[in-house]
Nanobody, 120 residues
Framework: QVQLQESGPGLVKPSQTLSLTCTVS??????????WSWIRQPPGKGLEWIGY???????YYSPSLKSRTSISRDTSKNQFTLQLSSVTPEDTALYYC????????????WGQGTQVTVSS
């Protein structure tokens, strides 16, 4: 059973960089065909895809967030990390990490989500 767990600060000040880590257990982030995504849900809004890192280490980002987003990984720890720079209150959201099966085109495992609030 694959499990994902988000971790990171719950409060970030405006203009700072938001940094979250997803720790994966029960499966390797280098296993072929899986993409490791970050997704968020602002209060009262729908899900917004932020980006992903593939099993081979390639990254893809939402065009609207690309200039501020970086996703990296530590294969020795089986973790992947989101960094979102120059945050504003509009970046306040529940942040999820998730695994996408690229063959099926579905998210098959999700973390429980972590709330991040941007406020001074």
């Amino acid at each position: 059973q694959v499990q994902l767990q988000e971790s990171g600060p719950g409060l970030v000040k405006p203009s700072q960089t938001l940094s979250l880590t997803c720790t994966v257990s029960g499966g390797s982030i280098t296993t072929n065909a899986y993409y490791w995504s970050w997704i968020r849900q602002p209060p009262g809004k729908g899900l917004e895809w932020i980006g992903y890192i593939t099993y081979s280490g390639s990254t893809y980002y939402s065009p609207s967030l690309k200039s501020r987003t970086s996703i990296s990984r530590d294969t020795s720890k089986n973790q992947f990390t989101l960094q979102l720079s120059s945050v504003t209150p509009e970046d306040t959201a529940l942040y999820y990490c998730a695994r996408e099966n690229s063959y099926a085109g579905v998210y098959d495992y999700w973390g429980q989500g972590t709330q991040v609030t941007v406020s001074s």
